[in-house]
């Protein structure tokens, strides 16, 4: 999965939009776009849009924060339906992960569902920053970790985080730290989203940063972002062809250590890396 993007949870209108769109994923909102009035309409909403054919694309809902005190109720409304994925808002440490977890626990006991993957948006509080190193094997449900610029802002006092499309040194900060934590934890590091709607050339530019530095996903909250993110996430023809020659090389060489491919010496992190260009090919 290459793109997520973010649809409110009390809008049939845009997730119909969605559906027919090119997002490898949709994260159904119950959280920051929908108004507190209208949560319980919102969890009867997503219920509905988790019913519907899902035209191939994978569903997540971002439910509640933990300390909002509306987690439960939001799992109870959409957990029947066995949603692809659960994303946890403001996830503070492990310990909000395991939380989450030991409740998918019990629903998916009760409704007879697989384990259901979660993906933690872990960089919106200052706390949340000095546990990023510690999501390993916390719970096999994770399946990435989300940073977000946002709500860090408002935790920090920042007044801004980026200006003309350059994050501040704080917020960079979190982007690395939430990179680095997903690589030791062993999980997909999703980038954050674009706030600049209408810069077309901003997004490209940050998902290319993104996709180059590590990142396996990117998130978008606008239908005419999804296109340019799946085409940086996207391995190219030349990506491809290099990786092919590395499994390859290898292959011909089961006990190397190290091949020479082109005048470049190649060695084992250059073949897991080709493993997993070619795992990331997918449909253009």
């Known amino acids: 999965m290459r793109s997520f993007l973010f649809v409110p949870g009390d809008s049939v209108r ?45 569903l997540f809902v971002r439910v509640n924060a933990l300390d909002s005190g ?36 019990a629903f998916e006991v009760v409704h007879g569902l697989p384990q259901t993957p979660v993906l933690a948006i872990v960089t919106e509080t200052a706390a949340s920053l000095f546990h990023l190193g510690r999501y390993r094997d916390v719970d096999p449900r994770l399946w990435g970790m989300m940073w977000g610029a946002e709500d860090l802002a408002a935790s920090l006092g ?33 980038d954050t989203i674009c706030a600049r709607l209408s810069d077309l050339d901003a997004l490209e530019a940050e998902a290319r940063a993104a996709r180059r530095d590590g990142f396996g996903a ?45 005048g470049q010496m190649i060695d084992k992190p250059h073949e897991r890396a080709a493993r997993n260009i070619l795992a990331a090919r997918g449909p253009s």
Not at 25 to 40: F, G, Q, R
Not at 83 to 94: E, H, N, R, T
């Open 158 to 190: 920042a007044r801004q985080n980026a200006e003309d499309g350059v994050y501040h040194e704080p917020f960079r900060l979190a982007r690395n730290l939430c990179l680095a934590g997903a690589a030791a934890a062993g999980v997909v590091a999703v």
């Open 70 to 105: 509306m987690t439960l109720s939001d799992l109870t409304a959409v957990m029947p339906q066995a949603p692809d994925g659960i994303v946890l808002p403001k996830c503070q440490s492990p310990d909000d992960l395991r939380q989450l977890t030991h409740y998918l626990a």
């Open 218 to 262: 990117k998130a978008v909250i606008h239908p005419s972002h999804v296109a340019p993110v799946n085409t940086a996430f996207q391995p190219t023809e030349l990506d491809l062809v290099w990786a092919q020659k590395v499994l390859d090389a290898f292959a011909a060489n089961p006990a190397a250590g190290v091949v020479n491919i082109d």
């Open 14 to 58: 845009k997730f119909t939009k969605a559906t027919g769109g090119a997002a490898d994923a949709l994260i159904l909102d119950l959280e920051d776009s929908v108004a507190a009035a209208a949560k319980d309409e919102a969890r009867e909403c997503v219920a509905g849009m988790l019913r519907q054919d899902r035209r191939g694309k994978a």
